[in-house]
């Protein structure tokens, strides 16, 4: 039902030929070098279930603005299967007809049977009339087959207005904006992503869950922070534990899973039924092959060389830019560098005209005049993507005093999708 199961995190041809001439443009690169994994074979992880949408593995690419367009999501499937989802979709953008907005729930070819979308709203009718759009009218031309709520963005000019993380204190409108998202989906699966709470002295997660159960949602995903967290410190896996013991329906781990042995770790200790990937597939789309293996039972993990990671950044700037023309592909492109070279010997020369590259034969020329070298083992567990600080999360006046209270907060609804 979603992507098939992809051979391309495996092969028998450690020492594969990756030099400039097989960086086609329509095919995407396999990977010869692979190590066994620490871990034993595990038994086979069952599909996740959500409605009549199987997931197998069960594993899901968090949306993240700027970074999950379709040109990503291809990528990483071409490596192993799973679901994965668009970036965050704004309801009232979307509700208001937004040309950018509209763009981004459009679909591609290999996803028209399980395009996921997420999306982050405030008000209940505008969510309800957001997801009546999407599956009623096929915004786009797409139907989606799994729609996601996002009650977990920390960010501040989120939750100073009530919205993502902060919303959930607010469980008679968090329970009104689930309800009327799950009554217009109809068939179409809903699930809720959440945070721990807004502070330790302000938790929600396991309210939210329970209200998510009993609207019909048919999972929920935990981050293992708090918004005031931020993406700071260690993510507490013992609440998603927790949250598995709380509720019926499926839960979904997230949180400093960076291989894929860490995410057979979380299932064993939390019960999890599958894995949301944010930060730890930047600059390695090969992890959800190890993850598709891991979840199989099967030992392989990828440690692509420096020659094949060169034709899996070749490939990403392609496909940015079938998407969106050559200049601004490859200049869309250049954040993802720097994560793909992680703990990989370049000169600095390189990365900073790496980091200025502005057509794709450019790209291909600094490419191959990286010498080959295997994968830097250092980074192996390693954090990736952002990082922060904890510090206070800023709240509406008063959004502490009435857990009850039913209202939208006034101005959180975001014009724009994406984040």
Not at 92 to 102: D, F, G
Not at 125 to 143: I, K, N, P
Not at 219 to 227: D, F, M, P
């Amino acid at each position: 039902m979603v992507a098939d199961t992809a051979g391309h995190a495996g092969g028998d041809d450690h020492n594969s030929s990756l030099g400039r001439t097989a960086w086609a443009r329509t095919s995407p690169p396999t990977l010869g070098g692979v190590t066994s994994a620490l871990e034993p074979t595990t038994a086979p992880l069952p599909p996740l279930k959500l409605g009549a949408l199987a997931v197998d593995p069960a594993v899901v690419l968090a949306p993240m603005a700027g970074i999950t367009n379709p040109a990503f999501r291809t990528l990483c499937r071409e490596f192993g299967a799973g679901l994965y989802v668009c970036e965050m979709i704004t309801t009232r953008a979307l509700v208001e007809r937004n040309e950018k907005t509209l763009r981004m729930v459009r679909a591609t070819a290999d996803e028209k049977d399980a395009f996921s979308v997420q999306l982050y709203g405030v008000d209940p009718a505008t969510v309800g009339r957001a997801v009546e759009m999407l599956v009623d009218e096929g915004v786009a031309g797409t139907r989606p087959a799994h729609i996601d709520l996002n009650f977990g963005c920390p960010v501040p000019k989120v939750t100073r207005k009530g919205g993502g993380s902060a919303l959930p204190w607010r469980r008679v409108l968090f329970r009104d904006i689930v309800r009327s998202a799950v009554r217009a989906a109809k068939d179409v699966p809903v699930t809720v992503k959440t945070r721990i709470g807004i502070d330790a002295d302000h938790v929600t997660y396991l309210d939210a869950g329970r209200t998510a159960q009993d609207e019909g949602a048919a999972a929920i995903t935990l981050h293992g922070r708090t918004a005031d967290q931020l993406y700071s410190g260690t993510a507490d896996w013992s609440s998603i534990a927790r949250l598995v013991e709380a509720v019926d329906i499926p839960v979904l781990g997230n949180g400093d899973i960076w291989e894929a042995d860490d995410a057979l770790r979380m299932v064993a200790e939390t019960g999890c039924a599958g894995v949301v990937i944010g930060r730890g597939c930047l600059g390695r789309p090969w992890l959800f092959g190890d993850l598709a293996a891991a979840f199989g039972g099967a030992p392989r993990r990828a440690l692509p060389t420096m020659a094949e990671v060169a034709a899996i950044m070749h490939r990403h700037a392609t496909l940015l830019s079938e998407e969106q023309g050559e200049l601004h592909g490859c200049t869309d492109f250049r954040k993802h560098v720097a994560w793909y070279l992680k703990g990989f010997s370049v000169g600095s020369d390189v990365r900073r005209a790496l980091a200025m590259v502005s057509g794709l034969d450019e790209l291909a020329e600094l490419l191959a005049g990286i010498p080959d070298q295997p994968y830097p083992a250092a980074v192996l567990g390693a954090p990736r993507g952002r990082t922060s600080t904890p510090r206070p999360v800023a709240l509406p006046e008063g959004w502490l005093a009435d857990r009850d209270d039913p209202r939208p907060p006034a101005g959180a609804e975001l014009e724009v999708s994406g984040g």
